[in-house]
């Protein structure tokens, strides 16, 4: 690992927690008897606002994908400045590793999700004066016969690049596999291979040439729909964990009254308790039902978004066009009658 150098930087990387983030989550399809897409908040879709277009590395980009990300800060004493290469969003939590262990499931990280409401450092360009990560000399396990002088730090100011994602290379994350006439076709969907090109040439040197590229994907989400998506998906999120409270706590009581020998099997049973067990029966029966119908709600609410921008997207321009076209034709038939008749006024 890095540990021993980033301590001797002055670079602090939690290697117990990654980076939620609501706000740049990616969707994915839940499998099951009802699918379903949710956001899954360990899996970022970067762009606009989380990608730097100061810096030449990710001016050209248009969008990265993350998985499991970590974050990046600098301690107190680091002689190092940081420049955030690739950043959060503002809706974020940190999640703790031990979660990953059986892989969690999408919806339960959205259910415990509650906002941070800070930006964290995903990947950054670091610059400056480095410090040795081996100031008692030379490991032993080096060449003896290295006569090298010995540097306690970096004799010019180093220019490094670091990122919290050990898996973003992965092909599923960034480019689809197509065959085409028994050929593998390699069809990128994110700038991951580009942010790692651009990172290259610029450590080699060539600032100048890196400028002139066009480097990275057009990819310009429907950022405002996304945000609308969001909110009400929230909004039914926050119920849902309601009525599973509730629905938890009915359970608890019921299956205390059992334990009490309150239940079916019991050997007298009140007519008292008789009643408070089928309350306790419809309660649970009905906070069910409620939970299912805002489920389906959600997915509806969903899917009739989708609906209608995709009747916009499809009928609004050819409609608008249409409607322009006719327009257009009365102005020309009423500009013809207008000169119609001062031809036949004159000729009188």
Same mark, same amino acid.
């Given at each position: ?65 993350? !998985?499991?990300? &970590?974050?990046?800060?600098? /301690?107190?004493? %680091?002689?190092? $400045?940081? @420049?955030? #290469?690739? =950043? +959060? ?43 040795? !990560?081996?100031? &008692?000399?030379?490991?032993? /396990?080096?060449? %003896?016969?290295? $006569?090298? @002088?010995? #540097?306690? =730090? +970096? ?61 990275? #994907? ?131």
């Amino acid at each position: 690992t890095l540990g021993k150098l980033f301590d001797a930087w002055g670079v602090e990387f939690a290697t117990d927690t990654m980076v939620g983030d609501l706000g740049a989550a990616q969707q994915v399809t839940l499998s099951g008897p009802r699918s379903r897409v949710v956001d899954y908040l360990l899996w970022l879709a970067l762009g606009r606002g989380t990608l730097d277009r100061d810096d030449v590395i990710t001016s050209q980009l248009e969008n990265m994908n993350l !998985a499991s990300s &970590g974050y990046f800060t600098l /301690s107190e004493n %680091s002689g190092l $400045t940081m @420049e955030p #290469l690739l =950043e +959060s969003t503002s809706q974020t939590m940190l999640i703790s590793t031990s979660k990953m262990d059986p892989q969690p499931r999408p919806d339960d990280l959205l259910r415990e999700f509650r906002s941070d409401d800070t930006r964290f450092t995903l990947g950054a360009r670091l610059h400056g004066v480095v410090k040795t !990560a081996f100031p &008692g000399g030379s490991p032993a /396990s080096l060449d %003896s016969a290295d $006569t090298q @002088e010995h #540097l306690s =730090e +970096s004799i010019a100011p180093a220019n490094i690049v670091i990122i919290g994602d050990s898996d973003f290379l992965s092909d599923n994350f960034w480019v689809r596999v197509q065959n085409f006439m028994g050929r593998q076709i390699v069809v990128p969907f994110a700038g991951n291979a580009d942010f790692v090109i651009n990172v290259l040439d610029n450590l080699s040197g060539s600032d100048a040439l890196i400028g002139l590229r066009s480097r990275g #994907l057009s990819f310009r989400p429907f950022l405002r729909i996304e945000d609308i998506r969001r909110q009400a998906e929230q909004r039914y999120r926050e119920r849902e964990q309601e009525l599973r409270e509730n629905l938890a706590e009915a359970e608890l009581k019921l299956n205390e009254l059992r334990e009490q020998g309150v239940g079916e099997k019991a050997a007298v049973v009140t007519r008292e308790n008789k009643v408070t067990l089928e309350a306790y029966r419809r309660e649970i029966l009905g906070l069910r039902k409620e939970l299912r119908n805002v489920q389906h709600a959600l997915i509806k609410d969903i899917d009739s978004l989708d609906s209608i921008f995709k009747m916009v997207n499809i009928w609004a321009i050819p409609l608008l066009i249409g409607i322009l076209a006719v327009v257009l034709a009365f102005i020309r038939r009423a500009r013809y009658r207008v000169r119609h008749s001062r031809y036949e006024s004159e000729k009188t």
